[in-house]
């Protein structure tokens, strides 16, 4: 089959899926302003799969989060834009800074039909049906914040993703079929450099000059990208031909080549190869500290940091839990994974506010792949995952009442006079001010050892505190001269730009921190480890 064909196959795939439309399901933390971050009690989180008010009864075809993302988009049939969540940087598209708990249009949207979309950190990507782009929130190739949308510089767009602070657009231009624009720290850019410079001469303060526009990555210049996913600070794609390309940061094994450097350029991954190259219906996912794909037979592959304790996965291994099942949509969150196969829908990983939909009498977190109970015999046609929260759609069809019998969240008023919506009221336990921070204090020592999902937070810049996203933006779009290095290997360094390259002695990360802008850099690869170690397996029904 040529590569030509293929790309057709795969046009064709991905637009049945986004004709299906069905009702959206959320579960996970709703109080948007504290996800994620180490301050303020944690209420309100939705333990199980729930209908969202505004969207009851709403034809929903496509979902879209990250997983370093606190807001949500969701596209209906009609080419409707909804979005919802934090939105102190504009993210949401609406003209403001106002965080809402209730999906809500996307007003400058109304004139175009948006087929696809994607979130960041602190922005949002959306594709329309004839090809144009636009994006909101932080760009990082301005200072300001575009708090509306703001038409991108590309074309002939098929699909996006989103990394924390970089997008990649997928385009039909032929010798371009990949483009990428945003902060090449790590290289996640696919440009072959970081763009780091000093920021003075006379100082080792180091910093990263953001690529503003659209740019297509000259080494698969002579391949059709097909598929594409971004992680924090890395990216993962497919060609027409099968083979799997990733770049970025190299943390835990995340990349798959048997070490932990940093690429800065796309490399193919040596296990999908002659007889394992991935089929036009593959499905692939990128999470924090994690990447995904099914390959031959359908088998899931996993590589990188896949729990919170033990060996990290160095290169892609069958994740033997899920042979034999169909599966037909992925996606991956912080720390956590969704999965749709065949009529069950399968979660695991880390948790913190309900994002795996266990409900109040399952487990918070699980390391093997579990179903959702609750999901169970209904078709899943779309799943996505961000930082603490967890959507699905499901097929309305052979269902029967049971989408009546789930619980239907109503969220706050988000502008003041708005009156909140009709319906079921939701309850929410409030700590006792007396008891509250003991109880913090003493959940924080007892998961100190046991959670490497808060060691992400400090170690891999991989679901950053949004306090200090200012520093970032104003030096990330500085254009003094810049010196070029070579390349490196990375420890677990901070992955939010200039704010935390600071020079500080003593530090092994391998990024030049701390040495004078003479200083040579040698790549130090780290060695991994491997080990998936024994696991139980989720039953068909």
């Known amino acids: ?75 209906d049939v009609e080419g409707r834009c909804y979005t919802w969540g934090r939105n102190e940087k504009g993210q949401l598209g609406h003209g403001d800074s106002i965080q809402r708990d209730r999906p809500t249009v996307v007003s400058e949207l109304s004139k175009h039909k948006v087929v696809r979309a994607a979130s960041g950190r602190s922005h949002s990507v959306v594709i329309t049906e004839d090809g144009y782009s636009f994006a909101f929130g932080v760009l990082l190739c ?91 600070n890395h990216t993962v794609a497919v060609d027409a031909n099968g083979y799997v390309y990733t770049w970025g ?61 033990g060996d990290d996965w160095m290169y892609p291994k069958p994740l033997m839990d899920l042979s034999g099942w169909n599966l037909r949509c992925m996606d991956s969150g912080n720390m956590h994974h969704f999965v749709g196969a065949d009529s069950s829908c399968i979660s695991w990983g880390h948790a913190q506010y309900g994002e795996l939909g266990y409900g109040p009498n399952g487990q918070k977190s699980s390391a093997v792949p579990k179903k959702v109970e609750i999901l169970d015999g209904m078709h899943v046609m779309s799943v996505a995952c961000g930082m603490g929260h967890s959507m699905v759609i499901v097929d309305r069809t ?96 901070r992955g939010n730009g200039a704010k935390k390259a600071a020079p500080a002695e003593g530090k092994g990360a391998g990024r030049g921190r701390g040495r004078p802008p003479s200083a040579n850099k040698s790549p130090k690869p780290a060695p991994g480890k491997t080990g998936p170690g024994k696991r139980g397996r989720p039953r068909k029904s």
Request: aromatic content about 4%; hydrophobic content about 30%.
């Open 1 to 75: 089959m040529s590569a030509v064909q293929v790309e057709k196959k795969v046009e064709e795939e991905e637009s049945k899926n986004v004709e299906k439309s069905g009702e959206l399901l959320f579960c996970g933390g709703t109080s948007w302003d504290v996800i994620g971050r180490r301050k303020g009690a944690v209420e309100g989180n939705l333990i199980s799969p729930t209908r969202l008010r505004p969207l009851v009864g709403i034809d929903i075809r496509f979902v879209a989060s990250g997983c370093s993302s606190c807001h949500c988009v969701a596209l």
């Open 142 to 232: 301005k200072v300001e914040i575009e708090k509306s949308p703001v038409r991108c510089q590309v074309s002939d767009v098929k699909n996006t993703a989103c990394g924390a602070d970089f997008t990649v657009w997928l385009s039909c231009v032929e010798g371009a079929s990949i483009l990428t624009a945003g902060l090449p720290q790590y290289g996640q850019l696919g440009h072959g450099t970081d763009n780091e410079y000093n920021t003075k001469d006379s100082s080792v303060r180091l910093a990263y000059e953001a690529q503003p526009r659209p740019k297509a990555i000259t080494s698969l210049a002579g391949e059709t990208i097909v598929k594409v996913a971004c992680g924090t």
């Open 249 to 309: 940061f190299g943390g835990y094994g995340r990349l798959g080549h048997r070490e932990q450097k940093d690429e800065w350029a796309p490399r193919r991954v040596d296990v999908f190869q002659r007889q394992n190259l991935l089929p036009p219906d593959a499905v692939i996912s990128a999470g924090s500290v994690n990447s995904a794909c099914t390959a031959g037979g359908g088998q899931l592959y996993m590589w990188g940091k896949i729990k919170t304790t």
């Open 398 to 493: 052979n269902v029967g009442d049971r989408l009546d019998q789930l619980d239907v969240y109503d969220g706050k008023a988000s502008v003041e006079g708005e009156e909140p919506v009709s319906g079921p009221p939701v309850s929410k336990q409030t700590p006792k001010k007396g008891a509250s921070k003991a109880t913090q204090n003493s959940k924080r020592k007892k998961s100190k050892d046991s959670s490497d999902s808060e060691d992400e937070d400090d170690n891999d810049g991989d679901s950053e505190d949004e306090d200090s996203d200012e520093s970032d933006e104003q030096v990330n779009g500085r254009t003094e001269p810049k010196r070029q290095r070579g390349g490196k290997a990375s420890g677990r360094g």
